[in-house]
Nanobody, 124 residues
Framework: QVQLVESGGGSVQAGGSLRLSCVAS????????VGWFRQAPGKEREGVAV????????AYADSVRGRFTMSRDNGKNTLYLEMNSLKPEDTAMYYC?????????????????WGQGTQVTVSS
């Protein structure tokens, strides 16, 4: 069983930066893919960034590309999401997630492991 714990959320003004962290209880890097997702009030959860661990390739949502960067530190079992030039529309609960070792499903609702989330609020 993998447990994921996010931290680093908070309140910032537009244009500011935050760095989210997600610590795994054990090595989650056997996961085929890991990612960050977010959900704003009244909206569906959306994918923010995903890393496929076999080759460390990454993909980003159009809305955050060029402003957010996802990375991971294998030695610390930690995922990061560096968020720059934040906008009010980035306000949401942010979750990290990991898949099983042998699959990376396109439907993220089926991903195996999820954290509890960390709130990000961006004021204008």
């Amino acid at each position: 069983q993998v447990q994921l714990v996010e931290s680093g959320g908070g309140s910032v003004q537009a244009g500011g930066s935050l760095r989210l962290s997600c610590v795994a209880s054990r090595n989650a890097y056997s996961a085929r893919c890991v990612g960050w997702f977010r959900q704003a009030p009244g909206k569906e959860r959306e994918g923010v960034a995903v890393i496929w661990t076999l080759d460390d390739s990454a993909a980003y949502a159009d809305s955050v590309r060029g402003r957010f960067t996802m990375s991971r530190d294998n030695g610390k079992n930690t995922l990061y999401l560096e968020m720059n030039s934040l906008k009010p529309e980035d306000t949401a609960m942010y979750y990290c997630a990991a898949e099983m070792p042998d699959i990376c499903r396109a439907d993220s609702t089926k991903w195996a492991y999820w954290g509890q989330g960390t709130q990000v609020t961006v004021s204008s």
